[in-house]
């Protein structure tokens, strides 16, 4: 008899402490991280971490009478579930280079600026950082830079700065949660095999009214709260946009192409490369200035031809650069390239091999069994998934985690009991992307905290989209209002 054929009468079931032991692991690294490194720590130290927990889990694999060709298997098999995703995400990193380059984002941001009004402006700052994450598909980078001139001008103008951070990520979220840029919507698709527009129209149902009900209370607080001065500053650094780039409509010819190419069901790696080509070259026609300043910036040819084929090709690789000299403006623009995306693939294929070696050889079953047994309604088991994205949040500190885990997790009962592929796609980024920068200690947490210069414990309060998403999601998994159902593959014996 051989050794492979063997194995399986050695193998043991795992034990409640080897169950625990990778998430103890985990908890101790992420947050050793963080408290060594602060927000450095997303720039290597977390994938270490996560890359440690693998070989921990690995080694409880091993004990347990599982062969190493098996662990390598489920490896690969992460990484297999997750190529589409890759490429997605290193499209988007080209497509933001040049749409930097284009003027496209500039544009964009450039008038979302003008709808500004110190009555009302805590829904300006929401819809303003809706509107930019939506476009450019990053919670962290709206934050970063439109959100922090918005803290400041709230000041200025007299108004709550802890109530317009809630603002600005309120508004941060919804345009992550629902833009096909962003990769924690592609991920979250990936994960839970669903088609990515899908995911996103299903998205839609819970952040949509979220985002009014938030509107609403922005509103009142507006209303409510302090006088705010008649006039917002006109010297807004992120005005002068109009002096670097040539603001005009046609730098949203990008963004048509994209919604076009989305429209017509276009592969999304290749709309968003089409979109990121298309809009390189137009910054060769109508921002002749500023490709002229880049080719200087990375040594380029002094040949016009020449120079705007490297300048296209350097933004899609290494992403765009600004030196204007005005702080905001340049840590707006210069990003991008497919190279940006390196450490958050790096950080995903970490967290979903985690997550694969934990689901495969019955690690997380061990854990979530009981939960899973004891929701014997699609309302509890709705439950058991925000729970445990949450609980992720805080005890991993990492939205990937809190993402990948959770729908890896409760993937397979979702099919036995007939729901479809999208109810559990909204719930797990609801649960675990929106509810992250609640979390101070959580990475997201703490860039926002840091970025915006409000502590989360002030701003948790007023981060109302963050609040409702996930609480909307709950009540229709109670209420069965948008639980889509599809024939199950196996009879489940859970009450409706």
Same mark, same amino acid.
């Given at each position: ?26 908890? @101790?690294?992420?947050a050793?991280?963080l408290?060594?490194?602060?927000l ?9 971490a ?18 190493w060709a098996? !662990? ?10 997750i190529?589409? $995703? ?5 499209? =988007? ?5 040049? +749409? ?26 929401? !819809?303003i ?14 934050a970063?830079t439109?959100? !922090? ?10 108004v ?41 129209r299903?998205?839609? +149902? ?16 507006? =209303? ?24 005009t ?13 989305? !429209? ?8 968003l ?8 070259v ?7 200035d @500023? ?14 031809? =020449?120079?705007? =084929?490297?300048?296209? +090709? ?44 934990l ?13 899973i ?6 309302g ?15 005890v $991993? ?59 989360t414990l002030?701003?948790?309060?007023? $981060?109302?989209?963050?609040i ?17 159902? @599809? ?6 014996g859970?009450?409706?």
């Open positions: 008899m051989t050794a492979e054929s063997a194995e399986p009468e050695a193998i043991r079931s795992p034990s409640l402490t080897d169950a625990v032991v990778p998430l103890v692991v985990l908890a @101790v690294l992420i050793g991280a408290t060594l490194f602060g450095d720590a997303l720039d290597g130290p977390i994938q270490v996560l890359v440690v927990c693998c070989a921990v889990a690995a080694l409880i694999a091993l004990k347990n009478g599982h062969s098996a !662990v390598q298997e489920s490896g690969q098999g992460a990484l297999s579930s190529t589409s $995703a890759l490429f997605i995400l290193l499209a =988007v990193g080209a497509l933001i280079g040049t +749409w930097n380059m284009s003027g496209t984002i500039p544009t964009l941001v450039y008038y979302g600026i003008q709808v500004l009004a110190p009555g009302y402006f805590y829904i300006a700052a929401a !819809v950082c809706g509107v930019v994450a939506l476009s450019i598909g990053s919670s962290w980078t709206t970063g439109i959100g !922090v001139g918005l803290v400041g001008i709230a000041t200025m103008l007299g709550s700065a802890p109530i317009t951070a809630g603002a600005v990520i309120s508004g941060a979220y919804l345009g992550d949660k629902l833009s096909p840029l962003s990769e924690t919507t592609i991920l979250t698709a990936q994960m839970v095999k669903v088609d990515l527009y899908t995911h996103i299903s998205q839609a +149902w819970t952040s949509v009214p979220a985002f009014i009900l938030a509107a609403v209370v922005f509103a009142v607080l507006g =209303v409510a709260g302090p006088t705010p001065n008649d006039t917002v500053p006109e010297e807004i650094e992120l005005g002068k946009l109009g002096e670097i780039y040539w603001i409509p046609l730098n949203l010819l990008p963004l048509v192409l994209l919604v076009y190419l989305s !429209v017509r069901k276009a592969p999304a790696s290749l709309a490369l089409a979109s990121a080509l298309f809009a390189g137009q910054a060769t026609i109508l921002q002749r @500023v490709v002229t300043a880049f080719v200087a910036e990375i040594h380029g040819s002094s040949n016009a031809v =020449v120079g705007a =084929v490297q300048a296209i +090709w350097k933004a899609l690789a290494n992403g765009f650069t600004m030196n204007s000299g005005i702080g905001e403006i340049d840590r707006l623009l210069s990003r991008g390239g497919m190279d940006s995306m390196l450490l958050t693939i790096w950080l995903i294929i970490g967290a979903v091999t985690f997550g694969a070696l689901e495969q050889f019955g690690l997380i079953d061990r854990l979530i069994n009981p939960m047994e004891s929701a014997k309604t699609t509890r088991l709705y439950l058991s998934v925000f729970a445990s994205g949450v609980g992720l949040n805080i $991993a500190g990492d939205q990937y985690i809190a993402l990948v885990l959770p729908a890896r997790m409760f993937r397979m009962e979702f099919e036995r009991r007939g729901l479809a592929p999208q109810n559990l796609s909204r719930l797990a980024a609801d649960g675990g992307t929106v509810t992250s920068p609640l979390v101070p200690w959580n990475s997201c947490g703490a860039f926002m905290g840091a970025v915006l210069g409000v502590a002030s701003y948790l309060p007023f $981060a109302l989209f963050c409702f998403s996930p609480v909307l999601s709950v009540i229709y998994g109670f209420t069965g209002f948008k639980v889509v159902k @599809v024939p199950p593959t196996q009879e489940a859970v009450e409706p």
